[in-house]
């Protein structure tokens, strides 16, 4: 696939689905080659190796869905590496980092193959709404595939060897991206949130550690895989997901029977700024996104032709920029935004 076409593919996450909490379930694998340091302690030459060994055998993978198509980061302008980014097939970390590193990418996007980011590699799988068992089936497939070809790090007492402690054992990170605007109006979410913290599990913004919450969206994921199960780390996630889910709907059917007037004007007024904006800031467009979904959710709005993850993905700047095929100042962007978005929600 042409490097243009695959990085505008729709990804996988960003179809509509069922659930009006979940809008993505995560798995991710750290994994790290035997001969070779960590990629913090790896000279330029080792870097090279690793990302050489490991996209030979990437781009040699077959299997349903499981066509990859490897991209060396040094190749991609910065705008590539937002859209990346914004889609949530790389980190920032890795984006922002230099020498050699890539990324591997299924046709829609549900596998990503982070190459010498923290660790030699990071496989991920990434799926619409509450599919945790499914994305963690689907990475254990690929990893197995890998695995029969590459020499990873393992000892018979800990596990999978990574180069952040927390990840060491099975090194899976299984992470729910949630939309909770009932929770915020409320003003419950940071009851319901540090109870989770509690429980052991990590909260995190749109884009992970250190991001904020834009868009009444969090990300919730494990925080330690040793001496656990990646079964009794995926029952957990789950439970924990499902009781998120179930305080954001009481939460939804509190706002409607105390402030119905309120959340109609809310939900309303989003609607009609963002079908009659002319300049609408990214921070602004997730926003009104936000409130516009959850108008839909409860039906008071009628249901607009993109759904919100595709939404909030093609208005980031990255994104924004790269469908325009052409570079915008943060005012050209805003007004851009407004116009997309206008045309979309018509």
């Known amino acids: 696939m042409i490097r243009k ?16 909490v979940v809008i993505s379930s995560r798995v991710r694998l750290a994994r790290n080659l035997e001969d070779f340091p ?15 060994t490991v996209a030979q055998v990437l781009t040699d993978t077959e299997g349903e869905n499981k066509e990859l198509s490897y991209i060396p980061l040094t190749e991609l302008n910065s705008i590539e590496q937002q859209v990346l ?13 230099t020498g050699a590193r890539g ?34 089936r689907l990475a254990t497939e690929l990893d197995d595939l890998l695995e029969a070809k590459l020499d990873f790090a393992y000892r018979e007492s800990q596990g999978y060897l990574t180069a952040c402690p927390t990840n060491v054992g099975t090194g899976l ?26 429980l052991g599990l990590a909260v995190r913004g749109l884009y992970g550690e250190g991001s904020q919450a834009f868009g009444h969206i969090f990300q919730v994921s494990n925080q330690i895989t040793l001496g656990k199960s990646e079964e009794d780390i995926l029952t957990h996630l789950d439970a924990v997901t499902r009781q998120i889910v179930e305080h954001e709907l009481q939460a939804r059917e509190l706002l409607r029977q105390q402030t119905p007037i309120h959340l109609e004007d809310k939900v309303w007024r989003a609607r009609g700024t963002l079908q009659n904006a002319r300049l609408l800031s990214s921070e602004d467009a997730i926003h009104l996104l936000s409130h516009d979904r959850l108008g839909t959710d409860m039906g008071l709005l009628p249901k607009t032709k993109d759904c919100f993850a ?22 050209q962007r805003d007004e851009e935004r407004a116009r997309l978005i206008r045309e979309r929600i018509a």
Not at 107 to 132: F, K, S, W
Not at 175 to 182: E, I, R, Y
């Open 310 to 331: 595709t939404l909030i993905v093609d208005t980031r700047p990255g994104c924004l920029q790269y469908i325009l095929d052409r570079e915008l100042d943060p005012s």
């Open 103 to 136: 990324v591997a990418l299924a046709p829609d996007h549900r596998y990503a193959v982070m190459v010498n980011e923290e660790d030699h590699l990071r496989v991920q799988v990434l799926l619409p709404g509450n599919q945790l068992l499914e994305s963690h």
């Open 38 to 52: 960590f990629p913090h302690g790896l000279s330029q030459e080792g870097a090279a190796q690793v990302e050489k």
């Open 173 to 198: 990170r299984a992470s729910v991206m949630v939309h909770l605007p009932g929770l915020v109006i409320t003003k419950q979410v940071q009851q319901v949130l540090g109870a989770v913290t509690r």
């Open 85 to 97: 980014i914004e889609k949530h097939l790389i980190s920032p970390s890795l984006g922002g980092a």
């Open 5 to 20: 076409e695959l990085l505008l593919q729709h990804s996988a996450w960003m179809s509509e689905t069922d659930s009006p």
